[in-house]
């Protein structure tokens, strides 16, 4: 009755339906399958986490204040991890899991080697690079010290703390130890216009953190910061990744090709077909 009514619900606020079953997979013993198929009403017993009292007002919060259902249960599934996010971090989405897979293609690993993820929020990106070289050392970094806190607790849960070292600070700055001896360097940095925040959808605006959001006036601050400050960092032929907005690459592989110190300057899209993600190479 009560994922009936929270259907029900979910169709007249505009909320997508499949939002109820996630809640209800993430605080209840049903999975996927039972629910589809509705094969719990012949069980005598569901486990719940929370109460239905609980869970109703957690779901009323949903409809009527635009908060993500990721926030309310605490967790996202990503790549094969399971990470757990608040509204301290931003939520990680699906396309930036194509960062990891453009970073294996590129196929400049080698054994040791130091990779950095800038503005790592929930950890998502670093532990990413992480289970996919193990023998990295991975450097995350981000300014809040409430982000580094759950990507920290993302790195216990995962496994992966053992090659991820953590700081807290801007971009680059707390890495002057690395300068010269990085293998490749992505991020998924802010990259909206400011006066375009208002136009987000609710849930993100309201409720996702603007540092992670907000790229300045054109949002390109970030990104012309990492232009340029990289190639310092960079060992030679080191990677250079970040995603982007929608309409932003075509300016960003200016950006590149005028520092001069780049090179392989490529535009790659998500799945979607939207110029996502822009990959250099430091000469």
């Known amino acids: 009755m009560w994922r009936r009514n929270a259907i029900n619900n979910a169709i007249a606020a505009n909320v997508p339906v499949k939002e109820v079953d996630w809640l209800l997979q993430h605080i209840s013993d049903l999975d996927s399958l039972t629910l589809r198929l509705e094969s719990f009403k012949t069980r005598s017993t569901i486990l719940l986490q929370k109460s239905i009292e609980q869970i109703t007002i957690l779901w009323q919060k949903r409809l009527t204040e635009h908060l993500p259902v990721q926030y309310i249960v605490g967790r996202v599934s990503w790549r094969n991890f399971e990470?757990?996010?608040?509204?301290?971090?931003?939520?990680?989405?699906?396309?930036?899991?194509?960062?990891?897979?453009?970073?294996?293609?590129?196929?400049?690993?080698?054994?040791?080697?130091?990779?950095?993820?800038?503005?790592?929020?929930?950890?998502?990106?670093?532990?990413?690079?992480?289970?996919?070289?193990?023998?990295?050392?991975?450097?995350?970094?981000?300014?809040?010290?409430?982000?580094?806190?759950?990507?920290?607790?993302?790195?216990?849960?995962t496994g992966l703390i053992s090659q991820i070292q953590f700081y807290q600070g801007s971009w680059w700055t707390p890495l002057s130890h690395v300068k010269g001896k990085v293998q490749g360097m992505v991020s998924n940095p802010p990259y909206i216009p400011s006066s375009q925040l208002p136009q987000l959808q609710p849930e993100v605006f309201e409720h996702e953190p603007h540092l992670a959001l907000d790229g300045g006036t054109d949002g390109l601050d970030a990104i012309r910061y990492l232009v340029k400050a990289s190639p310092e960092y960079l060992t030679s032929g080191g990677l250079w990744l970040i995603e982007a907005m929608a309409g932003q690459a075509t300016t960003v592989v200016e950006m590149l090709s005028q520092q001069k110190e780049y090179e392989n300057i490529k535009v790659i899209c998500d799945l979607r077909g939207i110029e996502r993600f822009i990959l250099a190479f430091r000469h």
């Open 83 to 157: 990470l757990d996010v608040s509204p301290s971090v931003l939520i990680p989405r699906p396309e930036t899991e194509l960062i990891i897979d453009i970073v294996q293609q590129a196929n400049c690993y080698t054994k040791d080697s130091q990779w950095v993820d800038l503005g790592t929020g929930s950890g998502a990106i670093a532990l990413g690079l992480a289970s996919v070289f193990p023998d990295a050392i991975i450097h995350a970094v981000d300014c809040s010290e409430a982000a580094l806190a759950i990507a920290k607790t993302n790195a216990v849960k």
